[in-house]
C-alpha cells in the first residue's frame, strides 16, 4: 500500500503546488450558439461534423462541446426557424467558438394543440417498458474489451509555468493540452490500458474478466493493474440510478424518470437504416441527483442507440465540478442493441478556479458473442478478475495492432514523461514530504519513522508519554519488514517498549507470517477503530478523565492464508499478562484476595469471506475498497488452563456481519451485526467488554454514550444502522441546500447476559455490569460541513441511572467523503 500511496501523493503534490506538444490529432471544439439579432442563448442546437454521426446538441446556456479522431474539418449548425451556418475548422488541434445564427422567415402550417401526454413522455413510456429487453446486463455474452483511463492535473497556467519549484521538470510543458469540456488546460500525469476478455452471464449473475494485457505509466503493480479492466469501470444508462461516489443519480431512463425530468422531443431521423428519435432532459428541480443530456433511440425495438449524459448543475457531490458520459450502441441482430464504446469524464476541483483533476475512461467492445457458454476454464476461475501472467510485459507492436484506435503523439509520450519525471531528484524529496502527510510516516533511507500523531500524549495513568516508533522501508526489504517503539511516561517513570515483524510469503494469492511482542497500556472495551490512546487528539478530546488503562503484556503471532480473493483464514496464537491498577482492581470474590496479574494463552482462528471484494496492496498492506456484497468475519478462540500459564479454560465464539448498501434514491445505508458467546468460566477482563467511547470524537463501531468498564457480558448481539440521506431532505429548502449539507442518522441495539458463574470470578469494578436490559442510543446529525465536518447530537435512551452518563450528547468527526 506505501508503493501504491506514493503515486496517490505525486498527484496530490502537482496539484497543491502546480503546474504543449502542440501536433495532438484530436480535434477539440467547444462552443456558444446564440440569436444573432437578439444575442440570447440558443438550447438544443443540433451541431455535427459534416459527413460523419459525431453530433451533439447545445445546452440550457446555448454551450456545446465536441472531440473526434477523424479527419472531418467541418462543423454543421441547424436550428428550426434559422439558417443553418457551416463553419471551416482547424483538424488536429483545440479552438473556441461564438456562433451567431440568423433567423430564417418561415411560413409554418397553423397546429392544433390538444391537451394531453406529450409525445416525448410516451417514447420514455415505451423505453421503460422494454428495458429489461434492451439492457446488455439481462444477456450472457462474451466480448472483448479495450480500456483506457487518463488522469490529468488541470488549471495551468504562465504563472504556474514560471514557479522556480518546477525548473526541473521544464520538459513536461510540451505535454499541456486544453480541454473541450470545460476549457480548462491540463497536463496528463497518469496513462493506462488494457485488453481483456469479458464474460458475463445474467442467470445466475456473474461477470469474469482476464486481463491479456494492460500497460500503465510509472507503476507495475498487479493489484493497480486489476482497476484497469472492464468490471470496475461500467456506467449503464439502463440502471434506474448509476452510482457515482456513494451518490445513486436517477438514470434519464430510469422507470422513474418521469417524476425527476421534463423531456423534450427534438428530433428524428435515420441512424444507419434505422429510424430514431432524439430526446432531450433536463430536471425538473434543482439539486437533485440528476443529468442533463439527450438520447437517441430506435422507434421499434426502443433501445437507445447513443446519449450524452452530464451532472447537472447543483448536485451535492463534493469536489467533482463536471461529469459527462457518453454511449454509443450497436445492432448485433434485429433487435439487440450493444455497446460499442462507452466514455466518462470528470472534473475533480475543490473550486474551479483551483487546481485539479481530470480523468477519462473509454471503454471499447468488439467480437460480442451472445449466449455463448463460458469456457470451462473461465467457469473454473475462483475469482471474477484475473490478471494473465505476462499481462503487464507486452511489446509495441502488440498494443499497436490491438487498439481500436491509434493513440495520438501526445498521448504515446505521456508514459516516457511520467517515467522521466519519477527520476528528477526534487520529485523523489516531494514524495518522501508528501508521503509523511498521507502515510504519517517519514521515510529516512532504511527506516520509516512515525507515525507521528503518536509522538506526544498525557492521560492519568503515565501523565506526559513521549514515544518514538518506526518501522524498516521498502528500501530496506520487500518481503519482510520489522517495527518497534519505546515509550516513556514521567507519572508512572516506566518504560514502554515493543519488537514486531511481518514476513510476505505470498503476494498475490496473499500469505503471511507475523510475529510481535509489547509491553504498553491498553484501554480495554475501546473500539478497534477508536483513536488510540497514544493518540494526541485522544488526549484533548476526553471527556471523562481517562484512569482505565491497563498495562498488558502480549505475545501474538498469526499465520494468514487467502485463499482467493474475498476469502481467507487467519491463526493467530497469544500470550496476554494483564496487570491491574488502583482504578481497575482485580479482587477475588471468593476471598477478597488481589489477584498481582491475569494470564491467558489463546489460539483464535478467523475466517473472512466477502465477494467481489475489491482491493490495493503494496509490499506488506493490503486496503480493501469493499464490495456490494456483505463482509462476514468468523472468529473461534480456544484457551486451554496450563498452557503457557494460561490460568483460564473456555472457548469463545464471535461472528460480525458488516454490510454497505444504496437505498436510492434516499442515500446508503450500513448495517453491521455483532454477536458473540463465551464458553466457561472467565474474569470481567476476559468477558465481553462493551466498546464505550469516552471522547468527543464519533466513533461508528462504538457506543458513543456508553463509558468503558459499563457493560460486560459473554453472551450478546447488537445491531447498528446508519443511513446517509445525501441532502435529500435539506436540498428542498433553498438557502440551506447551497450550503450542500447532508443528513445521517444512526441508531444502535445492544443486548447480553453475564452468567452467574462469572460474576463469582473477580468483583466487577464501581459501575460495571450486565445489560440484559437493551441498551439502545440514536442520533441525528449532518455531514459535508466545509466538505470534512460531520456533527452528531446523541441521545440515550436506556439504562439512564446508572453513574456518570450522559443522556444526551455532541460528537465531531472528521471524514473526506464525496
Known amino acids: 500500500m506505501r508503493y501504491f500511496k506514493k503515486h496517490i501523493a505525486f498527484i496530490v503534490l502537482l496539484g497543491i503546488s502546480l503546474l504543449g506538444f502542440g501536433q495532438g490529432q484530436i480535434t477539440k471544439i467547444r462552443g456558444t450558439v446564440l440569436d444573432a439579432e437578439t444575442k440570447e442563448p440558443l438550447p438544443y442546437v443540433n451541431v455535427s461534423f459534416k459527413n460523419t454521426a459525431i453530433g451533439t446538441i447545445t445546452s440550457d446556456k446555448g454551450e ?112 499541456v493540452d486544453t480541454n473541450a469540456v470545460t476549457g480548462k488546460t ?27 494485457a494492460t500497460k500503465m505509466s510509472g507503476v507495475n503493480n498487479e493489484s493497480v493493474a486489476q482497476f484497469t479492466g472492464k468490471i470496475y469501470q461500467n456506467v449503464n444508462i439502463y440502471d434506474n440510478y448509476i452510482n457515482i461516489f456513494d451518490q445513486g443519480l436517477v438514470s434519464p431512463i430510469s422507470n422513474s424518470g418521469l417524476l425527476f425530468y421534463k423531456y423534450i422531443l427534438l428530433d428524428s431521423m435515420f441512424i444507419g437504416n434505422r429510424w430514431c428519435y432524439q430526446i432531450t432532459f433536463k430536471p425538473r428541480r434543482k439539486m437533485e441527483p440528476t443529468f442533463t443530456g439527450d438520447f437517441w433511440v430506435n422507434d421499434s425495438t426502443w433501445a437507445i442507440v447513443k446519449a450524452q449524459i452530464r451532472l447537472s448543475d447543483m448536485v451535492n457531490l463534493n469536489f467533482v465540478n463536471d461529469m459527462v458520459a457518453t454511449s454509443e450502441y450497436v445492432p448485433i441482430n434485429d433487435s439487440i442493441w450493444f455497446p460499442k464504446q462507452l466514455t466518462l469524464f470528470v472534473d475533480f476541483n475543490l ?3 483551483t487546481t485539479g483533476f481530470f480523468g477519462h475512461k473509454t471503454i471499447s467492445y468488439s467480437d460480442v458473442k451472445l449466449n455463448a457458454p463460458f469456457p470451462e476454464e473461465v467457469s473454473e476461475m475462483p475469482t471474477n478478475l484475473q490478471v494473465e501472467e505476462g499481462a503487464l510485459n507486452q511489446k509495441e507492436d502488440f498494443w499497436a495492432d490491438a487498439r481500436p484506435f491509434e ?57 506526559n508519554r513521549f514515544k518514538i516508533s518506526g518501522r524498516t522501508s521498502n528500501k530496506f526489504s520487500k518481503k519482510v519488514m520489522f517495527d518497534g517503539f519505546l515509550a516513556y511516561g514521567d507519572k508512572d517513570n516506566r518504560f514502554k517498549w515493543g519488537v514486531g515483524s ?51 503484556k502480549d505475545f501474538t503471532a498469526y499465520f494468514e492464508k487467502e485463499w482467493f480473493v474475498g476469502l481467507s483464514n487467519k491463526i493467530t496464537v497469544s500470550h496476554r499478562i494483564i496487570y491491574p491498577t488502583q482504578f481497575i482492581p482485580f479482587v477475588s470474590v471468593a476471598d477478597g484476595s488481589s489477584l498481582s496479574n491475569i494470564t491467558t494463552s489463546t489460539v483464535t482462528l478467523n475466517t473472512r469471506w466477502i465477494k467481489d471484494e475489491r482491493y490495493v496492496s503494496g509490499e506488506f498492506e493490503k486496503v480493501s475498497l469493499g464490495s456490494d456484497w456483505p463482509e462476514v468475519n468468523f472468529d473461534i478462540t480456544k484457551s486451554i488452563k496450563g498452557f503457557a500459564g494460561s490460568d483460564y479454560d473456555y472457548w469463545k465464539l464471535h461472528l ?34 462493551h466498546e464505550g467511547n469516552e471522547t468527543y470524537a464519533f466513533d461508528r463501531y462504538a457506543f458513543n454514550m456508553m463509558n468503558y468498564y459499563e457493560f460486560a457480558s459473554d453472551q450478546y448481539v447488537s445491531f447498528y444502522y446508519e443511513h446517509h440521506f445525501q441532502g ?12 450542500k449539507w447532508r443528513e445521517v442518522a444512526t441508531a444502535k441495539y445492544l443486548i447480553g447476559s453475564i452468567s452467574q458463574q462469572n460474576q463469582e470470578v473477580l468483583q466487577f469494578p464501581t459501575g460495571l455490569g450486565e445489560v440484559s436490559k437493551p441498551y439502545i442510543e440514536v442520533s441525528a446529525g449532518v455531514e459535508n460541513i466545509f466538505k470534512v465536518i460531520r456533527v452528531d447530537a446523541l441521545w440515550r435512551l436506556t439504562h439512564l441511572d446508572n453513574p456518570n452518563i450522559e443522556p444526551f450528547g455532541i460528537r465531531v468527526g472528521l471524514q473526506i467523503i464525496f
Open 64 to 175: 456545446f462541446f465536441l472531440e473526434t479522431r477523424s479527419t472531418a474539418d467541418t462543423l454543421i449548425i441547424s436550428f428550426v426557424g434559422y439558417k443553418t451556418e457551416t463553419i471551416k475548422i482547424r483538424k488536429g488541434v483545440y479552438q473556441e467558438l461564438k456562433v451567431e445564427l440568423k433567423p430564417d422567415a418561415v411560413e409554418l402550417e397553423a397546429v392544433i394543440v390538444k391537451p394531453g401526454e406529450s409525445q416525448a413522455n410516451r417514447i420514455i413510456r415505451n423505453i421503460i417498458k422494454n428495458k429489461d429487453r434492451n439492457n446488455p446486463e439481462k444477456y450472457t455474452y462474451s466480448c472483448k474489451s479495450y480500456n483506457k483511463i487518463q488522469v490529468d492535473i488541470n488549471n495551468i497556467d504562465d504563472d504556474i509555468k514560471k514557479r522556480k519549484v518546477f525548473k526541473q521538470f521544464d520538459f513536461i510543458w510540451n505535454y
Open 656 to 689: 460480525n456481519y458488516y454490510h454497505k448498501f444504496n437505498v436510492n434514491p434516499i442515500g446508503y445505508a450500513r448495517l453491521i451485526i455483532d454477536a458473540g458467546k463465551i464458553f466457561g468460566k472467565v474474569p470481567y477482563p476476559l468477558l465481553q467488554l
Open 502 to 552: 511481518l514476513y510476505m510469503i505470498n503476494k498475490n494469492p496473499r500469505v503471511a507470517l507475523s510475529v510481535r511482542y509489547k509491553s504498553d497500556i491498553e484501554q480495554l472495551g475501546q473500539s478497534p477503530y477508536a483513536l488510540t490512546e497514544d493518540n494526541i487528539l485522544t488526549s484533548f478530546l476526553r471527556r471523562n478523565p481517562n484512569n482505565k488503562l491497563t498495562l498488558v
Open 728 to 739: 435529500f431532505f435539506l436540498n428542498r429548502f433553498p438557502l440551506i441546500r447551497r450550503l
Open 186 to 212: 491540463y497536463l496528463p500525469i497518469f496513462i493506462t490500458e488494457s485488453i481483456s476478455d469479458y464474460y458475463h452471464s445474467a442467470d445466475p449473475k456473474m461477470e469474469k474478466e482476464i486481463i491479456k
Open 351 to 353: 473550486t474551479d478556479k
Open 407 to 463: 493513440l495520438t503523439p501526445r498521448e504515446a509520450g505521456i508514459y516516457q514523461m511520467v517515467d522521466s519525471i519519477q527520476q528528477v531528484p526534487m520529485y523523489k524529496t516531494f514524495i518522501d514530504i508528501i508521503n509523511m502527510f498521507v502515510n504519517y510516516y517519514y521515510v529516512v533511507g532504511y527506516w520509516e519513522i512515525g507515525p507521528y500523531y503518536q509522538t506526544y500524549s498525557f492521560n492519568e495513568i503515565e501523565g
